[in-house]
């Protein structure tokens, strides 16, 4: 069965509602390696060689992040920067990740409607996200549609509460090696809604 | 004296340790050799600018040796000796033991009495306190194996003047002389033998008693005063208060003030009554180096020249052969034994209050008193010179081969960049850490054994005083950019900083601190980059209690940084604001400051830490305006 590697990005979590309540769901899936960037590096020096050695051990990456500005929270991208090496993750000598998957995994405080070319936003999730997309391409490997919890401003509990089943769904398909069938899908939500939970 | 004639005489002193003591400094020689050479200079040997037959300066100058025994009894705080114990019984108590029966032994078999030569065997294997802690200082090896050492014998031999005292009677062996009739005589003459010791044991509970009760409640009333000079009055009073009540019951000074020292040492205004007392101690002992020197009876050693001499010698031989092998039992480092047995070969102050003692008792003749008073005072300005020997000659030798040769050519094909000042604790760390990244250090230090080592370990290395011109000079001071100053005693450190700042006014240097008023003299000399020795490591401790405790570790940090700035920034804003005129109840300052440390260091203040990711007024938003145009 494939392992999941979830890289957890969130700078204060002791103020968070979502994630905070998404990762209780992570306790009874054995196939997730939960690893919380920020507490494992509140100075920002990354570890390369333990990052490196974390992703050979897993097939599919997941970046879980609050949307923040159109993007990750700051430590992502350090990690990006520093762990995917030139010549080991990309380049034509760097193919350790070949063939792995990689996803985000957001949540976002504008609701889903925004996020197209005539709402407010302008673009979708997967245009804003399309740096994440294009990197895990460039390390050869394949890129999921993300998995997007959104309008978190005006979310009630008891939608919470769905969002906590599906990305509960959502992980146990992912380490079941159920990836998605179509990778060009705006949203992995929009995958799972056949199982009968409805999405945004 | 009248006026004329005391000024014209402190005019005389003063001329002389001024332009003495600053060219012995410079020539590396040390301000006790100064003070010495200038008496000598200034004495009746040379320009005779001086008549001191009566010895009133002698006893003036004795004063400084009461004084710098009370501030070393304020130094030493129960848990010091404590941990000091062992060296201070067992090594000072076989140097003593052992000095003392070779010196009586050889005494006897010259063919002196066996109470003479007992008596002598005593007062020769005393040192002097005074220079050999002055010189100490002056290297900065206090803290040193050698130095803890050096203290713990003598202070030993300092406690033994008391048993001493009241064991000499028992060596009468000639007839009392008129002697004692010159002396003032004291309260407790005419008194049996036990109301004396009953008065002698009385003051010592006094003092022990006064100083709990009576002048810690006293010294709080005057700093209230905030007249800083009636502080320094009544610093100046308990010392010679103590001083005249133990002369009355006929003991020595120094001790009483010693025992005061020691039971004031844990009150709250023991910095105080240090800095206060410090400069007159400076002055008064400079004036004794100056008095002994001036006393060298050059005529008598004329006279007798191989005798003394031989004396002399003799008699730092053989205290000089048990301080070697004490040390070596101590396990000092062949170089560090060295340095004990020459340092603490001399014979000290207390000998010249024993001898008239002892002459006054009838136990040693007066041919043989002042015969011995020349040797003594020989022997103290023997001293410096005798160590300067060792630092010059053997130092260099016993450290690893060739250094001298070795320095030459390291300032010709090399130039680091960065020099580090003291390669303790600190500054192993921050030498280790720059040397992981290839930058070259010079490395300036005064501890043998660490410079060996480091020297076998490739270091580049200078042994020796780092406040010393030359020093820095020879390590490359004038190309380095940096100079890391790790230096042990925070004075020290200022002392560097001085010789830098004159010398090379380009050297960015980079100091540490010991705490936060360390850190404010730092800021006074100027300094730009102070390192607080705990500051770091407790915000750090701050940080894992956090983490314990549940907080994020990425919040925990966040928190320390951000609260380490404040701190910063309010340690300049305090050191801006600080009075000198208040600063005499440093001790309750102390606990003003921390108030108001406490006080902006509020919750409050650390909230604002992680607005940015606050979303309390974007949900806000979210919830009035359906479609806002605020939120993303
Ligand atoms: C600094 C910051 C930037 C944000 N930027 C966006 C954004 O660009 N788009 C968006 O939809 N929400 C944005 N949000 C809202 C968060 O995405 C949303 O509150 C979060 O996903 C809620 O998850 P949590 O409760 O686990 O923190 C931002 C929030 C913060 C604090």
Redesign the interface.
């Known amino acids: 069965m494939p392992r999941l590697l979830l890289l957890f990005a969130h ?5 968070s509602r979502i994630h905070k309540r998404l990762i209780r769901e992570l306790k009874s899936i054995p196939q997730v390696t939960f690893h919380d960037l ?3 590096y ?2 920002f020096n990354i570890d390369i060689a333990t990052e490196q050695q974390l992703l050979l051990s897993h097939d599919i990456i997941a970046f879980q992040h609050p ?1 923040y500005w ?1 993007s990750a929270p700051a430590i992502i991208k350090q990690w990006m920067d520093l762990v995917l090496e030139h010549g080991w993750a990309y380049g034509s000598e760097g193919r350790m990740l070949e063939g792995k998957k990689a996803l985000n995994i957001i949540s ?3 609701p889903r409607h ?1 996020y197209a070319p005539e709402g ?2 302008r673009f979708t999730y997967r245009q804003f996200l399309a740096p994440f997309e294009q990197s895990v391409r460039l390390c050869k490997m394949d890129y999921l549609p993300p998995f997007v919890v959104p309008g978190t ?2 979310m009630e509990q008891q939608d919470l509460e769905t969002f906590a089943a599906l990305y509960r769904q959502a992980l146990i398909l992912l380490t079941a090696g159920n990836a998605p069938t179509d990778p060009g899908a705006e949203l992995l939500n929009d995958q799972l809604t056949s199982s009968g939970i409805l999405t945004h | 004296m009248d006026q004329q004639t005391f000024l014209t005489q402190a005019m005389i002193f003063l001329a002389a340790a001024v332009i003495m003591v600053p060219i012995a400094k410079r020539l590396g020689l040390g301000s006790v050799l100064g003070y010495l050479l200038a008496g000598i200079i200034i004495g009746p040997a040379v320009l005779g600018l001086i008549h001191n037959d009566s010895g009133d300066i002698m006893h003036a100058a004795e004063f400084g040796v009461v004084m710098m025994l009370f501030l070393i009894g304020l130094e030493l705080e129960p848990a010091l000796l404590w941990r000091l114990r062992k060296s201070i019984i067992g090594l000072g108590g076989l140097q003593v033991l052992l000095s003392a029966v070779i010196i009586a032994g050889i005494s006897f078999g010259l063919g002196l009495p066996w109470q003479q030569a007992v008596a002598l065997g005593l007062i020769l294997s005393l040192s002097s306190t005074a220079i050999v802690l002055q010189t100490l200082q002056e290297k900065g090896l206090m803290q040193q194996p050698v130095g803890r050492h050096s203290f713990s014998v003598l202070l030993f031999q300092d406690i033994a003047v008391i048993p001493m005292l009241a064991l000499f009677p028992l060596l009468q062996n000639l007839p009392l002389g008129d002697a004692t009739g010159d002396e003032h005589s004291t309260l407790v003459d005419g008194l049996p033998a036990w109301l004396q010791t009953l008065v002698v044991l009385g003051s010592v509970a006094l003092i022990i008693g006064a100083g709990r009760f009576v002048v810690r409640p006293l010294l709080r009333l005057v700093a209230k005063t905030r007249q800083r000079e009636v502080f320094t009055a009544t610093a100046l009073l308990l010392v010679i208060g103590i001083a005249v009540l133990m002369m009355q019951v006929g003991l020595s000074p120094a001790l009483g003030t010693f025992l005061a020292g020691v039971v004031l040492a844990n009150s709250e205004y023991r910095h105080e009554l240090e800095s206060d007392l410090e400069p007159f101690k400076g002055l008064l002992l400079g004036l004794f180096f100056i008095a002994v020197g001036a006393s060298i009876n050059f005529t008598l050693v004329a006279a007798q020249p191989l005798i003394i001499g031989g004396l002399v010698l003799g008699v730092m031989a053989a205290k000089a052969v048990v301080l070697y092998l004490l040390g070596r039992s101590a396990k000092l480092s062949l170089n560090d034994r060295f340095l004990f047995a020459f340092g603490l070969s001399q014979v000290g102050e207390f000998a010249f209050v024993l001898l008239t003692f002892t002459n006054q008792h009838g136990i040693l003749p007066q041919e043989l008193t002042s015969l011995m008073v020349a040797v003594v005072a020989l022997s103290m300005a023997l001293t410096p010179l005798a160590l300067l020997v060792h630092e010059h000659l053997l130092a260099k030798r016993l450290q690893p081969a060739n250094a001298s040769a070795r320095q030459q050519d390291d300032a010709i094909d090399e130039h680091n960049q960065v020099i580090i000042a003291g390669f303790g604790h600190f500054g192993n760390t921050v030498g280790r850490f720059l040397r992981a990244h290839k930058i070259g250090l010079t490395i300036l230090d005064n501890d043998a054994d660490r410079v060996e080592l480091l020297r076998r370990m490739g270091f580049k290395v200078y042994y020796g005083d780092a406040s010393r011109h030359e020093l820095l000079a020879a390590a490359g001071a004038e190309s380095a950019k940096l100079i890391i100053i790790c230096l042990e005693p925070s004075e020290k450190r200022l002392e560097l900083i001085e010789t830098i700042k004159k010398h090379f006014p380009n050297l960015r240097m980079l100091v540490r601190a010991s705490n936060r008023y360390d850190a404010y003299d730092l800021m006074n000399a100027g300094m730009l980059h102070i390192y607080r020795e705990t500051m770091d490591t407790s915000l750090r401790v701050g940080v894992d209690a956090m983490r314990f405790l549940g907080f994020r570790a990425y919040t925990a940090q966040r928190a320390a940084s951000l609260f380490f700035k404040k701190d910063e920034a309010n340690l300049r804003k305090l050191s801006a604001i600080r009075d000198e005129e208040e600063y005499i109840l440093s001790a309750r300052e102390k606990i003003e400051e921390l108030e108001k440390l406490l006080q902006t260091d509020m919750v409050q203040n650390m909230q604002d830490i992680e607005r940015g990711w606050d979303e309390e007024s974007l949900i806000d938003a979210a919830h009035r305006a359906s479609d806002a145009t605020v939120q993303p």
Do not use: I, Q, T
């Open positions: 700078p204060a979590l002791e103020k920020y507490e494992a509140p100075d949307f159109y976002s405080g504008g925004v407010r936003n401003h005006r």
